[in-house]
Structures are given as C-alpha cells and as structure tokens.
C-alpha cells in the first residue's frame, strides 16, 4: 500500500460543483482560482446555525473579492476590519459603520481618526498606547481589549504571539479605557487559525470569565461581549472536526463559565467561511529529478509561494492537490516558478502525485478560497497577482 495521502475530490467538493468548476476552469489558462460562491453562503448559513446566539464578523482579510463582501453584506453579516483599505472596500458596498469593528491592535492614529469621523464605534486595543490615542480620535467609542491564548502547537497556521496581551494588562486596560472616557465593551481572542484543539477555546474562554468578574467586582465595570475570533476549520488534508462538534463545545464552554446568560458573543470567522470554495489551477512547467538515480521527483508548478499559496510557509498549511493523472503515488517535491529558492511548497512533508503525472498537467490546489488572492506578489519575477474568478 502507498504511504502517501490519495486525494479523493469527492471527500472535498460533490460532484455537481467539481463538475461545474472544472468545466469553467477548462475555458481558462492557468494560474487562477476559482470561487463558487453557494458555497460560502453555505458555510456562512452552517456557521450561523451553528452558533444561533452569536454575531458574525467576517475577517474581510480573508478574501475582500466584492463578490464576497456584498454576498455576505445580503446575508446580514458584521465585518471585522484590519485597515483603512478594508474599510472602504466594505463601506462602498454599502456596510453601515454599525455592523464594522476595527479589530486590528495596529493602527496608526489618522486611520482611527477616519473610522471614527466614518462612524465605526468599535476598537479592539491590547496596548496603552494605543488605547489612549483611540480614546483621543474616537471619543466615547467601545473598546475591547485582545488577551493571549494558548494554542501555538494545535493550529496550523498560530496568531497569538503578535497579538494580544496577558490577562493583568487586559484588566489594566479596561479600567484605564473606562478612566479615558471609552466604553469597556469586552474581551476578544484568537486561538490560532485552523485550530484542531477545540480545547484551546475552553482555556481562553475561562480567562475572560475570570476578567469579567474580577473588573465588575473591584471596579463596578460590566463588560458586555466576548470576541472568539476565527480559527474554525476549513477542509485541508489533515482532518478536523466538524464545525457543529466546535459549536457544541465552545457553547458547553461558555455555559460552564457563564451559564445561561451569554455576553454578546462574536465570531470572526474567516477561513471556515472561504476557504472549502475555492479551487487554484495551476499547471505543471517541469518534472525532472536531481541524479539518475534519485527517488523523489520535482515537481515545479506555475503557481508558488509568491502567487497565493503563501501558507505552505513551513509547510503549515498542506492544501490537498488533485491531478487527473493516474498511477501509483510517488513521493515529489512541489514547488514554484520563480527564481527564489524559498518558493518551494512542500519538501518536508512526504506529497505523492501520480506517476504518469507529466508536464502541462493541472494540478487543482483544493481549499484555497482564503488567504491566496490577497497573499500573492504584484510582480515577483515579472509574474502577475494570481487570477480570480467568482461563480
Ligand atoms: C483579528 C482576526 N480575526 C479573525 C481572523 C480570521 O481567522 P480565521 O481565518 O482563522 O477564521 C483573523 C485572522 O488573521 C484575525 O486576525
């Protein structure tokens, strides 16, 4: 039996929407992705059904495509912003300031200026600096501060060293933002995206509750609402839980530490909502081997590190790729095109495609709908951004 991983598409995409995006995909050259949209609506209808009590943020940084945005604007979704580019691309569409939060803790004092004179009210803080200059361009505006969490190890892709800060500032900071004349609205956290450990949410979860009580009984301050961030699954080779085993333990979670009566709960899911519907098509360039008599083959591709596929870094995130080529599975090298030696995808990692693989084959790169549009280099080696179509 092989030891490599056989890519079953059915285990990823039904038949109809493969054959649907196949079909498109064969009208065009490659590199590009291609985006069935029904899909996120269903991953988007699955995320509210699954947590019936929350609201959702969608992560614009996923993939800001308009497509997506005014799909999801129609669905009735909040958005959680990173810059002031984010912004305007989600305030053209017409988002009211009501259903946006700034959620990045890095920002410099003339894009607050602008949320606030914009109309945002909501700004996530995990530092006094930042904190009062939020107090001074957004008067009077709800803050909720990032705590650090565990859970570096079990997520594929961690978040929380950059952000965040440990429980003792966050209890600090509230009191101070009430002290500036902001409203200490919450407590937010990430546990890192594509989080396999639903237990990291449990660890978290009992932090807040802890700050929670301890800012109501020394300072009279109630905070209202718990920011879980992203870090919910999306399809990639590695299996998962599914995201109602997430649901139905996060809301154990919270009932353990809040009982019955909830905070606002938001959700700031990005991945779980793009990533299942896209599909990247790339084209074999080269096969070659690097002796006569070396076992492994290199495989180099049109599409690499610098063209969306940014999240192989580490061969962190290990997408599953899908030829139409036959043959027993055979151990490869992927890499890119450029001429840098850090584009190579997966080398680590022990990848077999099919032996009869050739050059000018496709390669379908499945679950690459988020983090890959955005990701990809303007004119790296002369290569334009990865292409993008939405169905
Ligand atoms: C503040 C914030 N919220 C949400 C997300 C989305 O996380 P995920 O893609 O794991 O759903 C991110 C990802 O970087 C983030 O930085």
Not at 309 to 334: H, N, Q, S, W
């Amino acid at each position: 039996m092989s030891q490599f991983h056989a890519i079953n598409v059915a285990d990823y995409y039904d038949t109809e929407t493969f054959s649907k995006i196949k079909a498109f995909a064969d009208t065009k050259p490659t590199p590009f992705v291609v985006i069935d949209t029904n899909i996120i609506a269903k991953q988007y209808n699955d995320m509210v059904e699954s947590f019936p009590y929350a609201d959702v943020f969608y992560a614009v940084k996923a993939n800001p495509a308009k497509e997506i945005l005014s799909l999801l604007r129609d669905k009735g979704a909040n958005f959680d912003i990173a810059s002031i580019y984010e912004l305007n691309m989600v305030m053209e569409l017409g988002v009211t300031p009501d259903r946006i939060s700034y959620g990045n803790t890095i920002k410099k004092r003339q894009d607050v200026r602008e949320f606030y004179q914009r109309g945002v009210r909501m700004f996530a803080s995990d530092s006094e600096p930042d904190l009062r200059m939020i107090a001074e361009e957004a008067p009077g505006s709800r803050v909720y501060v990032r705590i650090l969490t565990e859970g570096t190890e079990t997520a594929d892709w961690p978040l929380s060293r950059k952000f965040g800060c440990q429980n003792e500032m966050a209890y600090e900071l509230l009191v101070l933002a009430r002290d500036l004349g902001l409203q200490p609205y919450g407590i937010s956290f990430h546990v890192g995206s594509q989080q396999r450990d639903i237990g990291a949410w449990d660890a978290a979860i009992g932090k807040v509750s802890v700050l929670f009580q301890r800012l109501k009984e020394d300072h009279g301050i109630e905070l209202q609402m718990v920011n879980m961030g992203g870090g919910f699954p999306a399809n990639y080779i590695d299996k998962t839980n599914t995201l109602g085993m997430y649901a139905e333990q996060i809301t154990y979670f919270l009932k353990e530490d809040f009982g019955d009566n909830f905070p606002r709960i938001i959700l700031e899911p990005g991945r779980s909502l793009i990533s299942n519907a896209g599909i990247l098509v790339s084209e074999v360039v080269l096969i070659s081997r690097k002796s006569h008599t070396a076992l492994e083959r290199w495989v180099f591709t049109d599409v690499g590190k610098f063209s969306g596929l940014i999240e192989t870094m580490d061969e962190a995130i290990k997408f599953p790729i899908y030829t139409e080529a036959k043959g027993p599975l055979e151990r490869c090298v992927i890499a890119g095109p450029t001429c840098d030696s850090a584009d190579i995808m997966y080398e680590q990692y022990a990848y077999g495609l099919p032996g009869d693989l050739a050059i000018g084959d496709r390669m379908y790169w499945l679950t690459t709908g988020a983090y890959t549009t955005t990701y990809s280099a303007v004119c790296f080696n002369g290569f334009p951004p990865l292409q993008a179509y939405y169905l």
